[in-house]
């Protein structure tokens, strides 16, 4: 096994997403022209929507990693999937508060039940359980068996939440995210388009030391183990 | 012995039990009522008010109470050691999933059939038409059968009967709001294709819900 320190792809990813996270923040804040509506505080618009991008990836990604453990059975599945859910749950409760944060000014009341925003929270609710799941259950074999089976069985029903909830507003229209719609200029959509990649190249980077961390955890485990027995 | 007829036997199985001992259909159903009770003081339910809450508090009232029932059916299951048994048994998976599902909407069923007149009566509501117990039984579907699969995760953990709804509620997001609004649709007079959308995505979510269910049964329950 390697030492943290030879891990150089590892430095330049944490390097790459740094920069990349600092060129986002700059073109938000300098070079995405004000909104003409809602004014300043439409520019957390761009790191909201990179955020629920992220969640939602990171969601996949655990559901295709659940397939992957119960068609293989192989540990290191496991470790993709509970990686996954971990950074998906960071920016996914990062989109509810920049969620809300926004509605405030924007419409005066921190929660609307707007559709995105509203399955954005959903799934925050179902991946919390997800985390339940995990830590109720000791056989780290039978952890990840359950954990891949919620994580198929929850990620299929985003679809159906997201019409079911998007046909539940459209009954009851709401007044005030009617009028929420945006102009969108050529140098706002760059600017989305960039914090998007950011925040992708954020999670491939932070997913590859979570993998690490668990990976350095089991080893550790391992040797434990081992230790004990010469012990005895 | 083909497929139907194992499933039936698991189907037959869960039903002479339960009517030896009926405690999960009693729970089950005094809770429900129970539960419109707390509505009802909760949320003040009178007249116009309580026509218009009957539709969201009837799936909150089953929703509940299947969590009740759905963690009793694989708890029992378990505590007999029969679960091991139906593995043992030269049975498909998908046939013992397929059983314990259909018990388990049997049991929601009977609840559900005492409790529309029930909530016709109290609220003042036309519930007992046609229209709202296909909705009924459209919602219920799903319902007993990802709460089937769920239960027997649950009965697994160190938290047991707590995780259920955990586990279910999030997920059947999409029912209870296609078959409110279905429900409360046909109350108030639309007719069977206005609300067409809503049951549309009942089928859709009862057909994929059944599916990955089925599928995943095997991987819940093998040891």
């Not at chain 2, 009802?40 to 929703?63: Q, Y």
Request: net charge positive; aromatic share 10%; charged share 15%.
């Amino acid at each position: 096994m390697r030492k943290p320190g030879q891990d150089r792809l590892g430095i330049v990813l944490v390097g790459l997403s740094g920069v990349a996270v600092c060129v986002a923040l700059g073109m938000v804040f300098f070079y995405a022209p004000r909104e003409a509506a809602m004014g300043e505080v439409q520019r957390i618009f761009y790191f909201h929507v990179a955020s629920a991008w992220v969640g939602f990836f990171a969601f996949f990604i655990t559901f295709l990693a659940g397939i992957g453990y119960l068609a293989r059975g192989e540990r290191r599945w496991d470790i993709l999937a509970l990686s996954s859910v971990e950074i998906g749950l960071t920016f996914i409760t990062m989109t509810v508060i920049t969620g809300a944060l926004w509605a405030k000014p924007a419409w005066g009341t921190y929660w609307t039940w707007e559709p995105r925003l509203t399955i954005s929270a959903v799934q925050l609710l179902i991946y919390v359980a997800y985390g339940m799941l995990r830590a109720a259950i000791d056989s780290p074999e039978r952890k990840a068996r359950f954990a891949a089976v919620y994580g198929i069985v929850a990620f299929v029903t985003v679809p159906l939440s997201w019409f079911a909830i998007r046909w539940w507003r459209t009954i009851h229209p709401d007044i005030l995210t009617s009028g929420g719609g945006m102009a969108t200029t050529p140098k706002m959509t760059q600017t989305l388009m960039v914090s998007l990649a950011a925040f992708t190249l954020l999670y491939v980077t932070l997913l590859r030391q979570r993998i690490r961390l668990e990976r350095a955890a089991d080893a550790l485990a391992r040797l434990r183990l081992r230790a004990d027995r010469i012990g005895k | 012995m083909g497929f139907v007829r194992k499933v039936w036997a698991i189907v037959a199985k869960d039903v002479a039990a339960e009517l030896h001992t009926r405690e999960m259909i009693s729970a089950m159903l005094v809770f429900s009522v129970l539960a419109l009770f707390i509505f009802s003081f909760a949320l003040d339910l009178r007249g116009a008010m309580a026509r218009a809450a009957a539709p969201g508090v009837l799936w909150a009232t089953v929703a509940f109470a299947g969590t009740l029932g759905l963690s009793r059916s694989l708890a029992r299951e378990q505590q007999t050691g029969c679960i091991d048994g139906l593995l043992l048994a030269p049975l498909d998976r998908s046939a013992i999933f397929f059983g314990k599902a259909i018990g388990n909407l049997i049991f929601m069923a009977v609840v559900e059939i005492v409790l529309l007149p029930l909530f016709s009566a109290l609220f003042d509501t036309p519930l007992l038409q046609s229209g709202v117990l296909i909705v009924v039984a459209l919602g219920t579907v799903g319902y007993a059968a990802v709460g089937t699969l769920l239960a027997a995760i649950a009965v697994n953990t160190r938290a047991r009967e707590v995780m259920l709804p955990v586990l279910l509620l999030p997920l059947a997001i999409p029912a209870l709001i296609a078959a409110v609004q279905a429900t409360g649709g046909l109350v108030d007079g639309a007719t069977w294709a206005e609300v067409g959308g809503w049951v549309r995505l009942l089928v859709v979510y009862d057909m994929v819900i059944v599916a990955v269910s089925m599928l995943t049964f095997g991987y819940v329950v093998e040891e």
